[in-house]
């Protein structure tokens, strides 16, 4: 029988700075951390995972937003209350 060994996707760390100057001390502790594969910085605008098609989709619900045709809730709880009355 053969095995399959699948090897895992690295699973990648997203975290947001409020300061700048703390990047380069954060980056120099990241590397001596074992397993750490790479370490980049980017900025927000680097993001490339936003296609032309979902800036489309959020584009359009920022619009009905502001038309007031969309569902707003406030709390978890309405949320839910909305969802059971479905």
């Known amino acids: 029988m053969i095995a399959?060994?699948?090897t895992p996707s690295p699973t990648q760390m997203i975290v947001t700075l409020e300061d700048n100057a703390m990047v380069a001390d954060i980056r120099k502790a990241l590397k001596m951390i074992r397993g750490i594969?790479?370490?980049?910085?980017?900025?927000?605008?680097?993001?490339r995972s936003i296609t032309p098609s979902l800036r489309?989709?959020?584009?359009?619900?920022?619009?009905e937003y502001a038309k007031g045709e969309t569902i707003s809730c406030?709390?978890?709880?309405?949320?839910?209350?909305?969802?059971?009355s479905l």
């Open 37 to 47: 594969a790479s370490v980049r910085t980017a900025t927000a605008k680097d993001d």
């Open 4 to 6: 399959n060994t699948l």
């Open 74 to 84: 406030r709390t978890p709880e309405e949320m839910q209350k909305y969802f059971d």
């Open 56 to 63: 489309r989709s959020m584009k359009k619900a920022r619009e």
